[in-house]
């Protein structure tokens, strides 16, 4: 299993390539491709739904073929994808192939996040996503070296397209690896292909929705307006404001690795607690009227808080629901993470338009709120049926 674990790793690597690539190329590439700066709003909404889409099939996908030959599929999808970005000669061609992209991305998601709440310990689910948080470092990097060429971005996809290949020919090669492990067929993984509308009728199921959607909405809130709040509302300059807003995502990243080492030791439900209370303080930090870093410190401890959250929240899905509908569970909950990172962003820049910037900190404490109200309800639930199960036995 250690072998296979290795190769997680790497798919979660590649999971986080393609993820910001499109930001960090889209300067060059819409005026190569005659299309307006805003359209990439276009593009990146058709990635999030085909992501929404093959996240909520996901569950009945792996049931008929299992996690393997889901995962190969979707991430050769991705890799046709990026591959074809590469030639697409105007706009229309790239959203086509954005179809594909998001499709590939959802269900490869879900089907390893499950996978791995199944059957590997908590340290690893923070540390797959520190190594995705890694490939999502890497695209852009990867991107920049090409960038200076005319056309340059066709290359950058092209290099990131082939990777994607090679992961695919390695995963196809080590398929007897899954098979010998007993984890290729549906039944092992999936025990019930259970109708969303049924799962959503189970106790806890809606709460843990709010919380996989104000999680995602505060990351992706931090990440696409933290700098702008800092130069509008506080006054820093744009150079500073970007190099500050970098270490919420270092911030990330190190807190998975740190969440991994103390995970032996600490619940998810507690590792949960813990980082919605540091979000608390970072969000407070931007607040306070003092020195300009605090606003730092803020940033820092905002992504110390949001590490540890995201995965733990996935990884105790099969306790909290059952291992028998948990990939059933986990669709759903990707699927509404993505609705989150793709809607409450937008929403928070209209309301920054019309209200200021000085709204954005308390943004990030109103959806940290109610999340902490809906974890601590699925927490209540759970231990109600704990105690009815020790009555009744």
């Known amino acids: ?67 393997a030959h889901v995962t190969i599929v979707s991430v050769l999808l991705t890799a046709i994808a990026l591959g074809g970005i590469a030639f697409v000669p105007n706009f229309i061609w790239l959203c086509l192939l954005a179809v594909p992209l998001g499709l590939g991305a959802g269900a490869v998601d879900s089907a390893l996040n499950n996978f791995v709440a199944l059957h590997y310990n908590a340290k690893h689910m923070n540390w797959l996503h520190c190594f995705w948080g890694i490939g999502a470092t890497s695209g852009p990097l990867l991107m920049a070296l090409f960038l200076m060429k005319d056309n340059g971005w066709r290359t950058g996809y092209l290099v990131i397209g082939v990777l994607q290949i090679i992961l695919v020919l390695v995963l196809f090669i080590t398929l007897p ?56 509302y506080k006054d820093i300059s744009v150079v500073t404001a970007a190099k500050w807003v970098s270490f919420f995502y270092i911030g990330v990243t190190v807190g998975r690795f740190i969440a991994g080492l103390i995970s032996v030791r600490v619940s998810n439900i507690n590792m949960i607690r813990r980082g919605q209370f540091l979000i608390i303080v970072g969000a407070t930090l931007m607040i306070i009227p003092l020195t300009d870093q605090f606003q730092l410190m803020g940033f820092i401890i905002l992504g110390l808080g949001c590490a540890p959250i995201y995965p733990s929240m996935l990884h105790e899905t099969p306790h909290r629901f059952g291992k028998e509908i948990s990939q059933g569970i986990m669709g759903i909950q990707m699927a509404t993470a993505y609705i989150g990172s793709a809607f409450v962003p937008p929403l ?46």
């Open 348 to 393: 928070v820049g209209y309301a920054t338009n019309r209200v200021g910037f000085g709204i954005f900190p308390i943004v990030i404490l109103g959806f940290v709120v109610l999340m902490m109200l809906s974890t601590e309800n699925i927490n209540r639930i759970l231990r109600r049926r704990k105690d009815t199960a020790l009555a009744g036995s």
């Open 177 to 232: 690896m899954w098979k010998r492990a007993k984890i290729t067929t549906g039944p092992s993984e999936v025990k019930a292909e259970v109708k969303i509308s049924v799962l959503l009728k189970i106790k806890g199921a809606k709460s843990a929705l709010v919380g996989f959607f104000c999680f995602c909405a505060i990351e992706m809130t931090a990440g696409l307006w933290g700098s702008t709040y800092l130069v509008l």
């Open 1 to 67: 299993m250690t072998t296979l674990l290795i190769i997680i790793y790497v798919t979660f690597i590649s999971l986080g390539l393609p993820d910001a690539v499109l930001g960090s190329s889209w300067p060059r590439m819409y005026m190569d491709l005659n299309s307006s700066i805003a359209s990439a709003g276009l593009v990146a909404m058709i990635i999030c739904g085909g992501t929404i889409i093959s996240s909520l099939f996901s569950a009945r996908l792996i049931n008929r073929w299992g996690t």
